[in-house]
């Protein structure tokens, strides 16, 4: 199987799964317990139908939308992820590149493997900072300084990864940082002899956001302990207020589901909000955003920009999420597969090919542009 061969996600699915080794294909391909929440993400929504207009003269069709003052030329944005080199060498830079030439934004995470200042020097599009709390606040002030003078767009805060999640997928097969292989684990990494030569012939494997402040070297520790020995599960919403206030910018809450959440949210002065539950892999459970998006719209939506994420394989994901009134939608494993079979080649052609699909979809369904999608264009089954 080839890039030119793959022509949805599931394609790219496999081919990533043909090229990288066991453990690093479940890391990303997993979820928490018994994964019941990264199913629905996707199945929810199919239980809902578009209702098409026709004959509404849509020879053009206009896709951007401006989320938290940024225009993006997609409604779509690549969704932070941590750990990107280990799936691809090209890792961030393949993503930033890609999302830049498609005029879209993209997040570097917390545990990104390339410096959130070497991308953003490198591209204009807007770029998110993913941000975890951690027990040490003067840590916690430092990072956002520091991404404060990389001049970074929008500061992302994820709030669902207190502890992190039981991904039993990777107790099974030794994945963590630094690697702990059950001897199953070794023999999948033998077994992909390809992986292991671009990793060990490009720059050294980092974290380039945390390595002056955590040592992952060695027995050090490892990225589960990093969850529960450094983040702050005593966080509230005076700290997030404080963290708002600190920033004093564009900022967003990523992985919240209640309505009470959200309404705090535009309380303490968020000017986004990103409904999601991390792709199934921390609260197995959890609501599906999509489920959950029409209730958070109608209560703040005149008051922050709502997104969402989850699930999201198709141009009619996007579309029906944009109708029942979210501003964005993110992807995860959308573009992360591509990027693990192929780098930035693979993002590039994933996201022309979700572009292609929103255009067509748009056409389908008689829209020039994002505005003109609403509820009316939905049933529910
Ligand atoms: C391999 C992987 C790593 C992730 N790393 C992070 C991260 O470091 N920070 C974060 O906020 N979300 C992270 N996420 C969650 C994504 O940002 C996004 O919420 C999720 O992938 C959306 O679900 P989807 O993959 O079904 O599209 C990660 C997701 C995956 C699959």
Known sequence: MRLRHCHNFHDFRELARQRLP???????????????????????????????????????????????????ALPVYCSPT??????????????????????????????????????????ATPQVYQFYFHKDRGLNRAMLQRAKEANVDVMMLTVDSITGGNRERDL??????????????????????MW??????HERFSMP????????????LSIGRYFTDMLDPSMTWDDVAQMVRDWDGQFCLKGIMSVDDTKRAAAIGCTGIVLSNHGGRQLDGSRAAFDQLAEVVDAVGDRLDVMMDGGVQRGTHVLKALSLGAKAVGLGRYYLFPLAAAGQPGVERALGLMKTELERDMKLMGCRTIAELSRDNLRFR
């Open 209 to 220: 956001q945390l390595d002056a402040h955590v040592d992952f070297g060695g027995d050090a």
């Open 196 to 201: 292991g030569i671009n990793y060990v012939t």
């Open 22 to 72: 066991g453990p690093v294909f479940d890391y990303i391909d997993g979820a928490a317990d018994d994964e019941a929440t990264y199913r629905r993400n996707t199945e929810s929504f199919e239980r809902c139908d578009l209702v098409p207009n026709v004959l509404r003269g849509v020879d053009a069709v206009d896709l951007s939308v401006t989320i938290m003052g940024q225009r993006l």
């Open 172 to 193: 099974r097969t030794g994945f963590s940082i630094p690697f702990r292989l059950t001897m199953a684990g070794m023999l999948e990494f033998a077994r992909k002899p």
């Open 82 to 123: 941590a750990l990107q080199r280990l799936f691809h060498h090209e890792g961030e830079r393949a993503v930033a590149a890609a999302a830049a030439k498609f005029g879209t934004m993209f997040g570097v995470s917390s545990l990104g493997t390339v410096s959130l200042e070497e991308v953003r020097k490198a591209y």
